[in-house]
């Protein structure tokens, strides 16, 4: 929830439901995957994550919101394979070409995100955008995505690990869904709760980068608001008490049924901190 003083204005139509106050914009948007929006060489879901980002594009520019902060990615059957290779890295390639189409940094610049599996439905994308820049922050303990190698697939995934953005009277660091994952490498296989440290070892280097960054980024875990996505709800007991021994029993954590991105990945980790800024 994003809490503002200002008049919101609201729209919806082809796809997409907004929401502004001032220089932020959320908004989500909806593509079904059609044979229809299908490209020369391209697969369905391929063209519907490319569709998906034409849109956040098109709105983001209608509104004159230059900057994407923060992106949600969900897609059905996240880790199927279909027409010969894994969705997800289906989504990764119509997502770099809608981001390359429009003329937009592909790696470094780039907003912080998740991206998640749905049981079914239209790939959905949603979104916060906004007039400041997103100074986008990356893992030292990780490879950063747009730069895995093509084991991974054939386009590699647009996201940074987390963007911090300095509002008048707030300063805000996204983490991005964050995984059990150092170098390029995927740890733990079958070990939830070792995954589950792993991935917050992860946010612990996000932390330390954003406070030697900003000043206003200094964010211990404990002061953090969590969004945990588990993959089977048999590992939630553990995953819970893991998080809770790293962060404390009060901040606040949901925890959420998903798929996520890789198969062998039981967890996602993701976070937002807030800081009301000094005058
Ligand atoms: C990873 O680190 C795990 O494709 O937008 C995390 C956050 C992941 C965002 C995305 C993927 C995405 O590669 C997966």
Same mark, same amino acid.
């Given at each position: ?11 919806? /139509? ?15 948007? +909806? ?5 229809? $929006? ?6 369905? $879901?391929?063209?519907?994550? &490319? ?16 900057? $994407?902060? &923060?992106?949600?990615? %969900? ?5 199927? +394979? ?45 979104? !916060? ?31 940074? &690990? ?10 805000? !660091?996204?983490?991005? #869904? ?11 296989? #079958? ?12 946010? *612990?280097? $996000?932390?330390?980068?954003?406070? +030697?960054?900003?000043?206003?980024? /200094? %964010?211990?875990?404990?002061? !953090? ?20 021994? &790293? ?16 198969? +062998?990945?039981? !967890? ?7 800081? *009301?800024?000094?005058?």
């Amino acid at each position: 929830m994003w809490r503002s003083d200002g008049p919101v204005e609201t729209g919806t /139509g082809h796809g997409v439901s907004w929401a502004r106050q001032g220089g932020v914009l959320f908004a989500v948007v +909806e593509v079904p995957e059609a044979v229809a $929006l299908r490209g020369a060489d391209e697969t369905t $879901l391929q063209a519907a994550g &490319r569709v998906a980002y034409e849109k956040v594009f098109a709105l983001a520019a209608s509104q004159g919101i230059p900057h $994407l902060w &923060r992106v949600w990615n %969900f897609l059905a059957d996240i880790n199927r +394979e279909t027409d010969g290779l894994e969705r997800y890295r289906q989504f990764n390639q119509g997502r770099q070409h809608a981001f390359m189409a429009a003329g937009r940094a592909v790696r470094g610049a780039v907003p912080a995100a998740s991206a998640l599996g749905l049981a079914g439905g239209p790939v959905s994308v949603a979104f !916060l955008a906004g007039f400041q820049p997103l100074l986008a922050i990356e893992n030292p303990r990780q490879i950063s995505a747009y730069d895995y190698p093509p084991e991974y697939g054939p386009a590699s995934p647009t996201f940074s &690990r987390a963007g911090l953005v300095r509002l008048d009277r707030q300063a805000v !660091l996204f983490i991005s #869904g964050t995984a059990s994952i150092v170098g390029h490498a995927t740890l733990h296989t #079958g070990d939830a709760a070792r995954q589950c440290h792993e991935s917050l070892d992860n946010i *612990e280097a $996000l932390l330390a980068r954003a406070a +030697e960054i900003s000043p206003d980024a /200094g %964010f211990g875990l404990s002061e !953090l608001t969590y969004r945990v996505y588990v993959r089977h709800p048999g590992d939630y007991a553990q995953v819970c008490d893991v998080l809770r021994s &790293r962060v404390g029993a009060v901040a606040p954590a949901i925890f959420l049924q998903a798929d996520v991105c890789r198969s +062998e990945l039981l !967890l996602e980790v993701e976070a937002v901190g807030f800081r *009301e800024a000094r005058p």
